[in-house]
T-cell receptor, first 114, second 115 residues
Framework: AQKITQTQPGMFVQEKEAVTLDCTYDTSDPSYGLFWYKQPSSGEMIFLIYQGSYDQQNATEGRYSLNFQKARKSANLVISASQLGDSAMYFCAMRGLIDDKIIFGKGTRLHILP | GAGVSQSPSNKVTEKGKDVELRCDPISGHTALYWYRQSLGQGLEFLIYFQGNSAPDKSGLPSDRFSAERTGGSVSTLTIQRTQQEDSAVYLC?????????????FGPGTRLLVL
């Protein structure tokens, strides 16, 4: 069975600093994809970034990058130059090739301080 | 419409009543998911439809929960004999069938309150 673990229930970060949100996963699937979503207080789920397990390079999308360490089964999200609008819940998710439903971690609540 | 839609947006019901929640996925998306999110918590997987395959129901918490997807498009999640612990936001998502485009697009959710 697949599993996503986010060990940081909450984080406080000063504005303009970089922040790393941790995500580890467990799967027996030979191929899989990893996702990060942002959920602001409005409740909407916003897709941020995707990393395929066989991608040669770490994914980047603007201020978001995914620090993918396959051997460690970790897929941490890095937000550079944090902004007040980054305050939200962040969810890590994965999908396998065989077990292809998408499951989510419990999330990390990020607070950006002015 | 361009995105995933869900109805109703809010539902208040009495304990013991049945409720139906509806999801309209993005046209052409063969994958459809239902999740439950309790206040301040993560997304709990409920059920997953992929094309014409048998749905993955492994996340349904009890036999009071069921879902169907008609014609490979609209899906209905039914909760029978609702309990107070069923109160949550029910999120629907759909995704493309193509590899590399598995990003899920979420609906706005249905907020269910069982009194």
């Amino acid at each position: 069975a697949q599993k996503i673990t986010q060990t940081q229930p909450g984080m406080f970060v000063q504005e303009k600093e970089a922040v790393t949100l941790d995500c580890t996963y467990d799967t027996s699937d030979p191929s899989y994809g990893l996702f990060w979503y942002k959920q602001p207080s409005s409740g909407e789920m916003i897709f941020l970034i995707y990393q395929g397990s066989y991608d040669q390079q770490n994914a980047t999308e603007g201020r978001y990058s995914l620090n993918f360490q396959k051997a460690r089964k970790s897929a941490n999200l890095v937000i550079s130059a944090s902004q007040l609008g980054d305050s939200a819940m962040y969810f890590c998710a994965m999908r396998g090739l065989i077990d292809d439903k998408i499951i989510f971690g419990k999330g990390t609540r990020l607070h950006i301080l002015p | 419409g361009a995105g995933v839609s869900q109805s109703p947006s809010n539902k208040v019901t009495e304990k013991g009543k049945d409720v139906e929640l509806r999801c309209d996925p993005i046209s052409g998306h063969t994958a459809l998911y239902w999740y439950r999110q309790s206040l301040g918590q993560g997304l709990e997987f409920l059920i997953y439809f992929q094309g014409n395959s048998a749905p993955d129901k492994s996340g349904l918490p009890s036999d009071r929960f069921s879902a169907e997807r008609t014609g490979g498009s609209v899906s209905t999640l039914t909760i029978q004999r609702t309990q107070q612990e069923d109160s949550a936001v029910y999120l629907c998502a759909s995704s493309s069938p193509y590899r590399g485009q598995e990003t899920q697009y979420f609906g706005p959710g249905t907020r269910l309150l069982v009194l």
